[in-house]
């Protein structure tokens, strides 16, 4: 038997199913910690003393249909807030339940219309600050939302083009991002204390700097302000600038990598930490305390330290620990006591198992720019003339990151190599690699994908005629271009959520992404005036040029990627009797999120690549 055939079957329950426990959260008084986890397979909110086993903990919610996915404390400490949609449609309701009583009541029941949490300020138990579009789909005001009685207030109309707010100690919004119809964006500030306060510009980035560039936060006194700011460099830089006299000090920056996650306390205001990613995300601390706390903690455990939450005393913190070979760990750290107690990993079967190490590989693009990937092959197995994935990420204004990644186990572990890579576009990179993505989607991000596969094949990992383009959302557009535009590098492809016409999808897009509908004109194409160019990279116009069998995966509600898109490519596909196969989720939307959705997906999906690569599959 050889080595690979020796490597146990991981099945899919394990890796897709729900994780055992998900998202702990400690509440601002330190003690109670909250987590979800499955009643009835059916994700939900759990809550017990800090103190007490796990075991012991209860749910306080009692979903039966799509499970919960997101949730927070209140500042209060005796209820729970958490969003949820119905069948995937982002139209966010916020929710809160009381965890003594278990009383859950929709603090935003209006239909078609999505609640965004813009502030939660311990300093002000009984009220948070909500985004509703309620009134205009395209633009979300700003409403006061007191918890107990439930009332909304509206304490700022959005003029249509702000997409973001900054908020003060006080809870007052002091600053909003402006979309701009060239597609860069403003910071705007104002004094809400003011009779009359009125917007001024405090600085304007240009379509260049606009995706690198963002607001952070105020100073405590509101005298200064934090921004990630590309211009004049390439990449973001964490900038602290006082209002005042207009002195900038550079905080933290790096020549090719963003700065991306920002700590700042939640008391005194000052920025504790910042990270960026590079292979791995790195963390510099700025307050010497914590610094000492961390690197205490990277002494003890394992992995990429993340920090996930504290007390109001800033006592107790809640760490999250990921590496590339284990599920997601969450520890409770004491720091007066430097004690570290172990809470729970979210799939510890999975741990059990031998998986993929995932490794940073960098080649170069045919016209010189570095790409950087992550490359993950099958446990046991000599590293030569593999059958691949190539595994496109979405956005494609995103990046992929090391780390545990269960679509990747899956894939290696039935015997595939899998190549991950952050093409021109993706974000993280500075602005220039960014911002070559523009206008080249089925271009020269296609091509990025063509030098990967031409890379690995030539390094002898890959077998030529076994590689499968894989990938959901841009992802998804990205296989089924490669169908369309190269059809002879690949053997198939697997759609999940694609685009099939860049026109459809631009024309049909959410209302509240209309403010920035410039981006995407700029970015993609403008429909009014280059529709022959985004006709020609769109795969649904070239259908003709498929050689290869596809797979196509959609969720009849999504708002970004309509069913629309996924249809329209099949019925061309069906009257040229191509070879597909087509599923759709009917309660699912941008993703699937049902486990017994992804089990489905996953299975066909399994099949699929060992029919056509040649892989190994679990019994269904």
Request: with cysteine; net charge negative.
């Amino acid at each position: 038997m050889s080595a690979y055939n020796a490597t146990p079957l991981i099945p899919r329950e394990i890796l897709f199913g729900n994780p055992v426990r998900t998202q702990a959260r400690i509440s601002p008084d330190g003690k109670f910690l909250s987590f979800i986890a499955p009643v009835n397979g059916v994700l939900n909110v759990w809550v017990g003393p800090v103190d007490e086993d796990l075991s012991a903990f209860m749910p306080v919610t009692d979903d039966g249909g799509r499970g919960i996915r997101i949730h927070f404390w209140a500042p209060d400490s005796s209820n729970i807030l958490y969003l949820q949609d119905t069948g995937g449609d982002e139209n966010w309701r916020l929710y809160i339940v009381n965890t003594q009583s278990r009383h859950v009541r929709d603090l935003t029941p209006f239909e078609k219309v999505q609640a965004r949490v813009v502030d939660v300020n311990r300093h002000f138990p009984d009220q948070i600050l909500v985004a509703i579009n309620k009134d205009n789909p395209q633009a979300h005001d700003i409403y006061k939302l007191e918890l107990a009685s439930g009332e909304l207030t509206k304490v700022l109309e959005n003029p249509g083009n702000q997409i973001g707010w900054g908020i003060d100690s006080q809870q007052l919004i002091r600053a909003a991002t402006v979309a701009l119809g060239d597609g860069s964006q403003q910071i705007v500030i104002r004094d809400p204390t003011s009779s009359n306060p009125e917007w001024k510009e405090l600085i304007t980035w240009s379509s260049d700097d606009a995706l690198t560039s963002g607001f952070e936060g105020f100073s405590l006194d509101s005298a200064e302000v934090y921004l990630i700011d590309s211009t004049g460099v390439n990449a973001g830089r964490l900038l602290k600038k006082n209002l005042r006299s207009g002195e900038i000090n550079i905080l933290l920056d790096d020549p090719i990598y963003d700065v991306g996650s920002v700590i700042q306390h939640p008391d005194t205001y000052e920025i504790q930490a910042a990270s960026v990613t590079r292979d791995k995300t790195e963390w510099t601390f700025f307050d010497p305390v914590l610094k000492a706390d961390f690197e205490y903690l990277t002494s003890k455990i394992k992995g990429e330290l993340s920090p996930g939450g504290r007390d109001n005393s800033d006592r107790i913190w809640l760490i999250s620990a990921s590496t590339d070979q284990k599920s997601t760990q969450y520890y409770l750290f004491d720091r007066s006591t430097k004690n570290i107690r172990f809470l729970f990993s979210t799939r510890p079967e999975i741990d059990e198992f031998t998986l993929s190490p995932m490794e940073s590989v960098v080649f170069k693009s045919r016209d010189g720019l570095d790409l950087h990937a992550y490359l993950s092959l099958p446990v046991g197995v000599e590293r030569s003339h593999l059958p691949v994935v190539l595994d496109v990420h979405g956005g494609p204004w995103a990046r992929d990151h090391w780390g545990l990644n269960s679509e990747v186990q899956w894939l290696t572990n039935r015997g595939y190599g899998v190549l991950q890579v952050n093409y021109r576009g993706s974000t993280g990179y500075g602005k220039n690699f960014l911002n070559a993505g523009d206008k080249k989607w089925g271009g020269k991000m296609h091509d990025d994908l063509v030098d990967a596969v031409k890379w690995i094949v030539e390094s002898g990992v890959a077998d030529p005629d076994k590689v499968a383009i894989y990938g959901g959302s841009y992802g998804g557009y990205a296989a089924l271009v490669g169908a369309t535009f190269t059809p002879d590098l690949f053997k198939c492809a697997v759609d999940i959520v694609g685009i099939s016409s860049l026109t459809t999808f631009i024309n049909s897009i959410p209302p509240y992404w209309a403010p920035m509908i410039s981006m995407l004109h700029r970015r993609v194409g403008n429909p009014e005036t280059e529709q022959d160019f985004l006709k020609s990279r769109s795969p649904l116009f070239k259908v003709d040029q498929v050689k290869i069998p596809l797979l196509i995966a959609q969720g009849a509600n999504d708002p970004r990627v309509k069913q629309a898109e996924a249809e329209q490519i099949v019925a061309a596909l069906k009257s040229k009797n191509l070879d597909y196969e087509y599923l759709l989720f009917e309660d699912e939307g941008h993703g699937f999120a049902r486990p017994e959705n992804r089990l489905t997906f996953y299975a066909a999906a399994e099949a699929f690549l060992a029919k056509h690569l040649g892989g190994r599959v679990e019994t269904a």
